[in-house]
């Protein structure tokens, strides 16, 4: 069984807003067999969360379960990607003489891992092939680790704030009615300044 590795260091309460997400493990069980001419599944896995993306390598001959480990993979996410994207997983058999299959695929939001920062935490995300049939189980082994705030350079209160620079990094307009199947723009302005997105 998995032990869960946490950090003793005391969390300071703040809420996450960008930070890196990383990806020590996956381990996939129960896999359906898509071998056509028999033999044993050759498997590999593809994630994707907003614009992220990740691909392993495949494993030959893994069959039913295939474990990923030592991935060492990061990515830079902000507490919008967490909130409003889900993870989707991607388990597809790698064929040299014939295309690859998918055999199943599932998605779930790691939302929560926010709770848990500078833990590691499994998310377990069941897949299915087409018709909606279960072909078998990702779990996945992620540690968000919150971007650190230099409190000498960026004042809580803003008191001591006179100049620095504002950067939007995502725009989105939900549950707006009359806009569906339509191209929309926004227009942003702030005293002498405007600017409108593609």
């Excluded at 990923?68 to 991607?90: C, N, P, S, T, W």
């Excluded at 082994?141 to 230099?150: G, I, Q, S, Y």
């Amino acid at each position: 069984i998995e032990k869960q590795t946490k950090n003793d260091t005391k969390k300071s309460g703040e809420p996450f807003i960008s930070g890196s997400l990383s990806l020590r493990k996956i381990v996939c069980e129960g896999l359906a067999s898509v071998e056509a001419l028999g033999g044993k599944n050759d498997p590999f896995v593809e994630l994707k969360l907003g614009t992220l993306s990740f691909k392993t390598e495949s494993i030959d001959e893994a069959g039913s379960t295939a474990v990923f480990d030592y991935l060492g993979q990061h990515f830079a996410v902000d507490r919008d990607i967490l909130e409003f994207e889900k993870l989707k997983v991607k388990v597809i058999d790698k064929n040299n003489a014939f295309s690859d299959v998918v055999i199943g695929e599932g998605s779930a939001s790691i939302l929560h891992l926010i709770e848990h920062s500078e833990e590691e935490q499994m998310v377990s995300i069941q897949i299915t092939n087409a018709k909606g049939k279960n072909t078998g189980r990702v779990m996945l082994f992620f540690t968000l680790t919150a971007e650190k705030v230099d409190d000498g350079v960026i004042d809580k209160n803003l008191a001591s704030f006179k100049m620095g620079e504002l950067r939007i990094l995502r725009i989105r307009a939900q549950d707006v009615p009359g806009i569906h199947h339509k191209t929309i723009s926004v227009n942003l302005r702030c005293a002498d300044w405007a600017q409108t997105t593609h």
